[in-house]
Structures are given as C-alpha cells and as structure tokens.
C-alpha cells in the first residue's frame, strides 16, 4: 500500500468517525446498544425505532470511546471506513424490498486472519501490514451476502499462535479483557471476544486451532462454537495447522451464535473436507433451540479434566505455580477451587432443567491416546500454500518473513523450528501415526458416549480464572485443546458464570460429529436455565 493510499485510508476512517460522532450529537437520546441481539435489533427495523445507519453509528461511537480510549480494549486493528454507506445502502434496500438476509444490518467483527477483499488483512503480523487480498474468505463472502456488515477486524495473537493472549506485531499492546482490564483474553481469537463481549458489534468471526473461540468465549463471558471438522469452509483464512483448523462463531447469545452457523456453513469447492458435512446440515439451525428439548438429555461430566482440587490455590488471586504451557498440552486436572464452584453449580443447575446428568465418566487410557498423537509440522506447508495464491503479498515463503523480522519476538522460535520442515505432512514419515491416534481417540470417545448413552461430555473450558497479562507462571488450565481439535468433534462454550464475582468462566459441551443440533439444545437450555452472560463494567453506555 503506497503512503498516498494509506493516508487516504486514514482520513477515510476520520471522516467516519467525525459522521458518527455529529449524529449521535444530533441524536435527542444515545441509543443503549448494550446486549442487542439480532432478533431484538431486527423487531427494531421493522417498528422503526432504528436504522442500519443509526446502528452502525452508535457502534463506531463505542469503538471510539473505548477501543482506543477510556479502558483502552485494544480489539481493533482496522476500522471499515465504508461501514457507514454500506448501512445506507442496506437502509434503502429494506425500504423497497425487506430485509436482505438473516443478517441484514447486522454490525459484525471479523478476526485479522479472514481475508476481506476491502480491507487489510494482516494475520497480526507487520509483515502483511496494509495488505489487500484478491477476494474474500468463503464465511464473509456468505455473511455479507446475508446482509451483514463488517465494522472491523480484530487482533489475535499473530499467526493465530497462541491460545494463551492476544498480542500482535501490527497493533501495539494486548488487547485487554473488559471484565479486568489487567487480565488476558486469553487467544488467539481475543479481539473478537473482547470486542463482543464490549458491545462493539453485535456478533463476530474467530478460529479455532487448539482453544482459540471457546477459549476467548469462556474468558469474556461468551458463546462460541467450534463445529465438526467440514461444516464450514476455511478457504480464505490464514492457516495455523489445517488438520485442526476452524472458523466458526463468537456471540453472546446461543440463539445470535446458531443463525451466524446457518450462514457460514455448507459446502465449499475451495475446501475439499467441506464433502464431509453432505447430508448433516439441517435447514435451519435455530429450529433445534427449544427449551423442552433440552429435558432428558444426558451429559456425562468427564471429571477426569478437572479431578483435583488445587490445594494451593486459596486466595483471590491464582498461585504462581512456575507451570510452562507445554507444547504438546495434556488434559489439565487440577482446578481452582472457584472454577470447580461453578462446575458443580452448573451440573446442579442442569438437572434442575431436566438434564439427566452422569457423574461421572471416564475416557480410558486419555493420557496414552493423547501423548500417541506425533508432532507433524504443518505451518509452513499450510501457509505457503495460502502464500502462493497471493502473489501480491510482500512475502512468497516463511522463511522470508521469518528473516524480515516483522513479527512479534515471541514467535521467533516457533518460526525458526517450523521452516525447517517443507514435507507436505501426508508424506511425513509419522503421518500414519497420526491417523492412527486420530482414529483410536475418536473410537475411544465415541466408545464412551455409546456406553452411557450420551447426548454431551461436559468440563470446563479453562480449570483457572483469566491470568494476569505477563504471567506465565501461573497454571495456564485450558481444557479445549484435549479432546476436540484431535477428534475434529464439535465443543461449544457457554458462559456458567463468574469467579470471584467478576472473572467469567465457561462450560464446554463436546458431541458427536455433526452433533450440532443436539449440542445447540443443551447449550440453549442451559443458558435459558441459567442467564450467566452479564455486560462488562469497563465499557457502560455512552451518555
């Protein structure tokens, strides 16, 4: 991008917001847009108490109070400079014909590593900063067609890296948690999650890895679904490690969440695993969102994540531990004390709704299975694929980023391990073991849910609260990585409440593939028994 083409970019963006801030001054009241679902917004439209303009409007105001300013989020690295028009055109549309789509007018978030044909994609890091890709990923291709409008993309943790925070070459500082502005997001999807969780937009777009949507959904009090490996396409998404990638939906509701997996799913030419999904996607996602259902469904509480109290841990604040996040993580199963609080008061709650809950059961051999999976390099030959369709990027090969120097300096030792190894990972000489664990890990889990019958497994997301930013020391606690991203099974998280009274936590529910539908009643009904998900402190109303 020329410096002519970036300042006009930037006074494009100023431009905006100096529109944005005349017309909420020109506004008799501030419209309170905290917690507006899509539905709500939608019975809006139609009443006319509100436009898209007026929406998009009063969301770049909060962007601008609070992204940058007050508690200083830091979720944004790019604002849309044409959200604005794109609401008007939209406003006019909905005046001659009706909504466009189930997402008509809705403002949205969209993670840095989805490609978006009009504004930079960066995957966090400076190597790609200002770059514009030919087209747009497959889901934001289907969530603009429904009538969705981008705001913004979010930070991650560069290259989607780390499940642990969410910092990034391109934009300075972490992004911060709007529960505790000294805690993290936890990653790599934690702009999104905490731009969400802000009221910054309504619903946005994560991926997945190892934890990166349900992790950042459990930190912030939200929900996010990673769905079978093959519901949705990850064609136009910078990959991490394509065997366990996914992108899929934050919001704060269950509902929000299942109309965003009505748009993006289907099946892509671009993304052969998207074959797999034919004949598992229901018509409507939503239809599965009954309360009544949730009655008699049985979810096994796999304790054998979360097993052991953590005698050292008794105070507000979690212990330093001295606990490196391994490379390769196993299933945690110690778990502070207040997490395990709301775990139980969570199953209590459940089979008050009418769940029959079975506690609990036990995966054999979890430890085994787990440590028999290979370490099979993948970035490299996953990313420079992506690379070699964007021959407009400053940068044809890992290696030469790696040598540009244009990244966080926590990745240097990744990015130096991972160019050693070009090998498409079929033809790496531990591949058949790899499938071989695949396949015995998702027998001896399908195994288990057979056995009792059961419609979930259930344990927390995280055994801990959201550590401090900096602290590596603490007991990281993410349970994500255990079980789902190796099977390519689904696993939502939902918010259960909050420790110490102020830090979120989240439940995770894990069905069979393409188990979707039966997971969406649980969550549903559980979040209907429960109505854990509260507004953060940080970001109030705009007066």
């Known amino acids: 991008m020329t410096m002519k083409t970036t300042s006009n970019h930037l ?244 509902t929000d969440a299942a109309i965003l997996l009505n748009v993006i799913s289907g099946p892509d030419p671009a993304d052969s695993i998207t074959a797999l999904a034919t004949g598992h996607i229901p018509d409507n996602y939503t239809h599965f969102l009954n309360e009544n259902d949730f009655q008699g469904k049985r979810i096994g509480v796999l304790r054998q994540l979360f097993q052991e109290p953590d005698p050292q841990l008794t105070g507000p604040e979690p212990a330093a531990i001295n606990s490196e996040e391994p490379t390769n993580p196993q299933p945690p199963t110690k778990v502070h004390p207040e997490v395990l609080r709301l775990m139980n008061r969570a199953l209590d709650d459940m089979t008050a709704a009418g769940a029959q809950i079975i506690d609990s059961v036990t995966i054999p051999h979890l430890d085994s299975l787990q440590a028999a999976f290979p370490s099979i390099p993948r970035l490299r030959y996953d990313f420079e694929n992506y690379l070699s369709s964007r021959p407009e990027l400053p940068h044809q090969s890992l290696r030469e980023i790696l040598e540009s120097g244009d990244y966080h300096p926590y990745l240097r030792y990744n990015l130096t391990q991972q160019v050693q190894d070009s090998l498409n990972p079929s033809t790496h000489k531990d591949y058949p073991a790899y499938l071989q664990a695949q396949t015995d890990l998702q027998t001896a889990v399908l195994d288990l849910m057979d056995s009792y019958d059961l419609d979930a497994l259930a344990y927390p997301t995280y055994n801990y609260p959201p550590r401090l930013t900096g602290d590596l020391n603490t007991i990281y606690g993410a349970n994500s990585s255990s079980i789902s991203p190796p099977t390519g099974f689904p696993a939502f998280n939902v918010p259960m409440g909050f420790s110490f009274g102020s830090l979120p936590a989240g439940l995770q529910l894990l069905g069979r593939p393409f188990g979707e539908p039966t997971l969406l009643t649980i969550a549903y009904g559980y979040e209907q028994a429960t109505k854990h998900r509260r507004r953060p402190p940080t970001t109030p109303a705009l007066k």
Do not use: W
Not at 117 to 124: A, K, M, S, W
Not at 183 to 202: C, D, E, K, L, Q
């Open 11 to 254: 006074k494009g963006i100023c431009s905006m917001l100096l529109v944005a801030m005349l017309c909420l001054a020109a506004c008799e009241k501030v419209l309170d847009l905290e917690e507006l679902t899509i539905d709500q917004i939608h019975s809006m439209m139609e009443s006319g108490e509100i436009t898209a303009e007026q929406l998009v409007t009063g969301y770049l105001a909060r962007i601008q109070a609070y992204d940058k300013n007050g508690p200083y989020i830091n979720s944004i690295i790019t604002v849309n400079p044409n959200a604005l028009d794109r609401a008007r055109e939209l406003d006019i549309q909905y005046q001659k014909s009706g909504f466009s789509g189930p997402l008509h007018g809705i403002p949205m978030v969209v993670k840095d590593n989805y490609d978006t044909f009009d504004l930079p994609t960066t995957n966090g890091t400076l190597a790609f900063k200002g770059f514009m890709p030919p087209n747009d990923a497959f889901q934001i291709k289907k969530i603009r067609e429904a009538g969705a409008i981008i705001l913004g993309k979010t930070n991650l943790a560069e290259f989607a890296s780390s499940g642990a925070f969410t910092v990034s070459s391109v934009l300075p500082g972490y992004t911060r948690n709007p529960y505790d502005l000294r805690r993290v997001t936890a990653g790599s999807s934690g702009g999104t999650a905490a731009a969400i969780a802000a009221n910054f937009a309504v619903l946005g777009l994560g991926t997945d890895t190892g934890s990166s949507i349900r992790g950042p959904s459990s930190h912030q009090s939200l929900v996010g679904f990673r769905t079978t490996m093959g519901l949705s396409s990850r064609d136009g998404i910078a990959p991490l490690n394509l065997s366990r990638d996914i992108g899929g939906p934050m919001a704060r509701t269950v």
